[in-house]
């Protein structure tokens, strides 16, 4: 069942395009993130779903009804901050059980799901303390727990993260997820995070300047990305102009670039003769010079990950156009290097046409 959808909408504040055409849908039980730069439009168009501001143009449906011009207290959606907005003079348990009593939410209803939410969030030993008792991430699950009790038919995050450190951020990035999952909440989560856009959702909608870039899973959006913006925010890519020419076997393509001579395997077929084509870092790997698909690159500064090692180089004689490849953190490379990389046929994908 779609539980969101959006159709056409549109917010301008004076001649800015904060939301342009904006149209998508999200079946009950899904993550959806909302992913882009700062300035794209995310929250605005988060707080449009859940009733802070209205349109100036287009549909939203919450469970198939319209609420373009319902209030944000009358929708059954609930919001978690990025600021947690947690009543400071109340106590745990109290700031949780807030919105089920402006619902009318029965007591012993309320100390069931009370209960329910101060377990799996780990603070039933908190519970009569105060908001400036506890850390950021243990105030961060108390607002998770004080929207998920309402039971709403959306659950809206606004960059709930984004105050913790990277450490606390990841346990309460699993937290939400696992909770999510659990009690099927639809959810449509804002952040600038690629890595929590990545590891949380089930569909990705990439916005920039108002619009929407590409709408996929995070697979589809990291290895699959439509366009150079796309390609270049998620993650990190290596980009370049091509020249394409077809082979006489089906998906195989050969192209020309600043790397050289390449052979692509691609089930999408390319959008002109001269098109922009992209790799990941970690898809290149040591080879030799006459290997297919090979390039030569003067390693010019690293940086030892463990694992991991981040090589930034230029392409040879071809092109000074810095290069970043992720190599085995045993590779024995130094600064200076010239060395040899090659990349499978599948690894470069097509990008969009070259416009003058």
């Known amino acids: 069942m779609t539980m969101l959808e959006l159709q056409g909408v549109t917010k301008k504040f004076g001649n800015f395009y904060a939301s342009k055409d904006i149209s998508f849908s999200v079946k009950t039980g899904e993550f959806v993130t909302l992913l882009g730069p700062s300035g794209c439009g995310k929250t605005t168009l988060l707080k449009m779903i859940g009733g802070f501001q209205q349109p100036d143009g287009g549909n939203i449906a919450?469970?198939?009804?319209?609420?373009?011009?319902?209030?944000a207290e009358k929708r059954n959606t609930a919001m978690c901050f990025q600021s947690y907005a947690l009543f400071p003079h109340l106590s745990v348990?109290?700031?949780?059980?807030?919105?089920?009593?402006?619902?009318?939410?029965?007591?012993?209803?309320?100390?069931?799901?009370?209960?329910?939410?101060?377990?799996?969030?780990g603070l039933m030993d908190q519970k009569d303390k105060m908001p400036g008792q506890l850390s950021g991430g243990q105030q961060q699950r108390v607002a998770l727990a004080r929207a998920m009790v309402t039971r709403p038919d959306l659950i809206l995050f606004d960059e709930p993260l984004s105050n913790l450190d990277a450490k606390m951020r990841e346990t309460v990035r699993f937290e939400i997820k696992a909770l999510q999952k659990q009690h099927n909440l639809t959810s449509i989560y804002v952040t600038h995070d690629q890595a929590e856009a990545l590891a949380m959702s089930d569909k990705i909608i990439v916005l920039n300047a108002g619009s929407i870039e590409q709408?996929?899973?995070?697979?589809?959006?990291?290895?699959?990305?439509?366009?150079?913006?796309?390609?270049?925010?998620?993650?990190?890519?290596?980009?370049?102009?091509?020249?394409?020419?077809?082979?006489d076997q089906n998906n195989i393509y050969r192209v020309s670039c600043n790397l050289g001579e390449m052979t692509?395997?691609?089930?999408e077929a390319p959008q002109g003769e001269q098109v922009y084509v992209c790799w990941r870092p970690e898809d290149a790997e040591l080879c030799d010079a006459n290997s297919e698909n090979s390039f030569a690159v003067d390693v010019r500064s690293m940086a030892f990950q463990?694992?991991?090692?981040?090589?930034?180089?230029?392409?040879?004689?071809?092109?000074?156009?810095?290069?970043?490849?992720?190599?085995?953190?045993?590779?024995?490379?130094?600064?200076?290097?010239?060395?040899?990389?090659?990349?499978?046929?599948?690894?470069?994908?097509?990008?969009?046409?070259?416009?003058?």
């Open 93 to 121: 348990s109290h700031n949780i059980c807030f919105g089920m009593v402006q619902k009318k939410v029965s007591r012993a209803e309320q100390d069931n799901r009370l209960e329910n939410a101060l377990s799996q969030i």
């Open 215 to 247: 709408i996929g899973s995070p697979q589809d959006i990291y290895y699959r990305p439509s366009n150079r913006f796309v390609a270049d925010f998620i993650g990190a890519a290596n980009i370049h102009q091509a020249f394409v020419e077809p082979t």
């Open 62 to 71: 919450i469970g198939g009804e319209t609420v373009n011009n319902v209030p």
């Open 306 to 356: 463990g694992n991991t090692l981040e090589v930034f180089g230029t392409i040879g004689t071809h092109s000074e156009q810095e290069i970043r490849l992720q190599l085995s953190g045993r590779d024995p490379i130094q600064v200076g290097d010239r060395i040899h990389a090659c990349l499978t046929r599948q690894a470069i994908r097509f990008l969009e046409e070259v416009t003058a």
């Open 264 to 267: 692509i395997e691609s089930q």
